[in-house]
């Protein structure tokens, strides 16, 4: 099973995450148009600063070489649950290819505040 190494970046003048933050950082698959991505794979990370940028490991399963893998973040505070984006959360707005395509299994992601 391949291993996909993400860096989080914090936005410029980050002065603070959400209380007790957590990340959700996952490996989707966006191949098919229109529809949901599958997560393919998914890490989640506790105790996050904004003077600390992690450095994350993401397990894979089973990889289609035809796909498209993209890797997605979401920042929340600790105590939240689930999936939906709230105002202070941060998240990846950009595509972050990886393992397919000729594109590698390290990546380096910049989430925005919202």
Not at 8 to 17: C, I
Not at 40 to 57: H, I, K, N, R
Request: no cysteine; proline share 10%.
């Amino acid at each position: 099973m391949p291993t996909v190494t993400v860096h989080v970046v914090w936005p410029d003048g980050l002065a603070s995450l959400p209380p007790d933050a957590r990340a959700r950082v996952t490996v989707e698959d966006v191949t098919v148009l229109d529809a949901p991505s599958v997560v393919v794979g998914e890490t989640v990370v506790d105790g996050l600063t904004p003077s600390d940028e992690p450095q994350v490991e993401v397990l894979v399963g089973t990889v289609d070489p035809t796909a498209d893998l993209v890797v997605r973040v979401h920042v929340v505070p600790g105590a939240r649950r689930g999936e939906q984006v709230e105002k202070g959360d941060l998240v990846t707005t950009e595509a972050y290819p990886v393992l397919t395509r000729d594109h590698g299994a390290e990546v380096t992601v910049r989430p925005r505040s919202v």
